[in-house]
């Protein structure tokens, strides 16, 4: 006998916001013949954010990084079809009929999205803290059209710096060109260092042999970092080891330094003062401020809420407008039906794809299995890649490896972790990185077509096309 096939309107209706880490692992879980998912993203494509970074000096393409996602929808769906993709921007969630409202274009053409269980997985944003100009003037490092921008900018600037030293006589220009070829990366948190050693590199390499070192010397690039040390989330020493290695590469690293307002070709700087000084001590440090001109500027400073969320937020009563606060079993604390993951709700753990892709396994097979269970995060470790050769890796030793020895060949014990921790650092810690990455891609595709970037960097250099 074939198995009865449930009517549509029999099915429990799940909608998922988003198309990033934390909503496909929602949808790889949850999808099932007795389910109807809509998955709504303005992004028809999922972003591999780890690659972003190298795709904006050209040492891979986007195609690597960007997997289209209605083929993985499909795939999720397998043959029950019981998963659609629809490319709207969600604008507004009415809790109390259990209704999205979505917007397919700028023009706003509504669809009315009635669910029965909703995630909300749509991420976070850049967070400009309000700094003037940042949103008028900075590049950013958060979507794929940021790094197409970042990578035109750079070659653009690089093609008229070239003609103004190459077909111009005396120092007429010398200011000009010297803006032009410095590049300012805003924050020192994993997205700044990472960015901060690709365009060292994408100089020292790519530069140098497509343009002659007398052009790749004149390239000044400046990492800029509030607090007094560069990639907070790493234990110190691994910290500094990365630091230092930046400082080898010819980047300028100053830390305990903050950007206080963005022109269009130059950045106001100041020492930066602790969240408690008092207001003698903050007008001190403005009054040390100083104007820098700039060629690019990337604002790597950190994210907040995106509008639909703080929106949400703000109609639920919940106080804390930097994400949704859930509950242990990432339910949204005064809504029915709803669960946050990932960058978008508040949850007690940092905001990395490691974090969205487990917590959408989670509430991916609590869908499926109508039961809900606290969440329980599994650390694996974090990783820092510093261009070509090197990265720092900071590994948890698992818990079941006490009496297995190949983690005392692994690396060192990290400064203060009590044996539960291994630093690793240089090309092993690349090659890791590298690995590690790899394997994580979603399709066969986008293996090939890393390998393929991969080779051809090493062989020809890095792609130095203009994005159009
Ligand atoms: P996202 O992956 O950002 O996905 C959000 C989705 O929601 C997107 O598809 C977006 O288009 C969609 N969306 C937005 N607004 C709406 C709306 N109104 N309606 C519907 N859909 C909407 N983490 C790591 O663990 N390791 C790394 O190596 C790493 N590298 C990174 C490198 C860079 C350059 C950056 C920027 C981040 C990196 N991260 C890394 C962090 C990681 O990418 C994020 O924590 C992760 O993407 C969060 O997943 P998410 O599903 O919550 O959100
Ligand atoms: P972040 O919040 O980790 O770092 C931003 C940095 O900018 C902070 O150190 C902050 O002190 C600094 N900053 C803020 N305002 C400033 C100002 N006005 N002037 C100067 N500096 C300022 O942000 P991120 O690096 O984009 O990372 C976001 C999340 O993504 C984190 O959870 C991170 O772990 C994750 N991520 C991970 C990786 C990786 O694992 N390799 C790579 C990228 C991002």
Redesign the pocket.
Known sequence: MLPAVEKEEEKERIVI?????????ALRKCASPNKSIVV????P???Y?????SSSVGTITLRSACEP?RALVESAAGSSHSATFVR????FIDTKNQTVI?TTDSEGTELHLSYDKLVV?????PNTFGIPGVQEHALF???AED?VKLHAKLLNNLEKAVALIRHTKGDTYKKEIERLLKVFVIGGG??GV??AAEIADFARNDVARRYGDDIADKIQIVLVEAMPRVLGPFEESLANIARDHLIEKGVDVRTATAVTKVDEQSVTLAPSTPRNATAEEKARALSQASVEETGALVW?AG?GA???VKKLAKSLGQKDMRGLIVDENLKVKGAENVYA?????LSGY????????Q??KHIGRAIRDGKNSPFVYNHAG????LGSDNAIAQLLVPSSSSSFPVWEMIGKPVNGSNGDERALTGKPAFVLWRSL?FTKLLSTGSRFSLCADWLKAQINGRNVVEPV
């Open positions: 916001l988003g198309s990033g880490w934390g909503a496909l692992s709504v993203s303005p992004r494509h999922f972003l954010t780890p690659l972003l970074a996602l709207a921007d969600a604008r979505a997985a749509v991420g976070a944003m490092l958060k979507e790094s994993p997205t990472e960015l790597a994210i995106r509008p639909l993951i990932g960058d978008a709700a940092a905001p990395t794809a490691q974090v969205a892709a917590q959408g974090s990783l820092c890649c990455y």
